[in-house]
Each structure stands twice: as structure tokens, then as C-alpha cells.
């Protein structure tokens, strides 16, 4: 059994006790939609492949651009426009936990 380290706040077992995390999932009232990142066009735009099969442009709004550092691959919540149905704005993107996550309980195929 390892020693607790002095001024640590951890206990010595604290690796075998897995972390209660909230995970947020899209919002069907809110008309969000899980997105995969497919390519990054510069200027804050990116393209997503959505869950619903629709390819669409993506753009990151300022209150989350510097925030938000998204790559290829990326798993994001987005909201499709309202009046262009190809446009979307990205509001949440997921970290590797969150993705495991979502791959057991199914939202991701």
C-alpha cells in the first residue's frame, strides 16, 4: 500500500474509486443534436457530420471561441438553424471520458 504524501489531499487508495461525472446530453426540446467534427475551415467554422445524417456548417459563437479548442474527430452538441437547416451553431463539445460514456449507454453509433 502506497504512503499518503504530506499535504496531500487524496487518500492512498483513491485510484480504485471511479468519479461520479454528469455527463450533458443533446436536448430534443432544444432541437440539439450530437455532431462529429469533420474538417476545420478557419474563421471559427468547422464541418460536422450529425447524428440525424445531415452534413452541415458549423460555427463556434464568440462567447465559446477561445473556450473551445475543437479538432477533427471531435465529438459536439450542436443546434441547426432555424432558418437554414445546413447551418449549425456548436455549443458543448465532449471530453474522452464524456465519449466513453455516451458509446455504453448508446447515444453514439
Known amino acids: 500500500m502506497r504512503k499518503k504524501r504530506a499535504g496531500s489531499t487524496k487518500s ?3 485510484a480504485e474509486i471511479p468519479e461520479a461525472t454528469r455527463v450533458r446530453t443533446p436536448r430534443r426540446e432544444r432541437n440539439e443534436v450530437l455532431a462529429t467534427v ?5 474563421s471559427k467554422r468547422v464541418t460536422l457530420q450529425c447524428m440525424d445524417g ?3 456548417m458549423g460555427r463556434i ?3 465559446n471561441n477561445k473556450k473551445m479548442w475543437i479538432r477533427e474527430g471531435d465529438i459536439v452538441i450542436a443546434t441547426p438553424w432555424e432558418i437554414q437547416d445546413t447551418k449549425a451553431d456548436v455549443i ?3 471530453t474522452r471520458p464524456q465519449i466513453e460514456w455516451l458509446e455504453r449507454k448508446g447515444y453514439l453509433k
Open 12 to 14: 492512498a487508495n483513491s
Open 38 to 42: 469533420s474538417s476545420l475551415l478557419g
Open 54 to 56: 445531415i452534413v452541415r
Open 61 to 63: 459563437p464568440g462567447s
Open 92 to 94: 458543448w463539445k465532449y
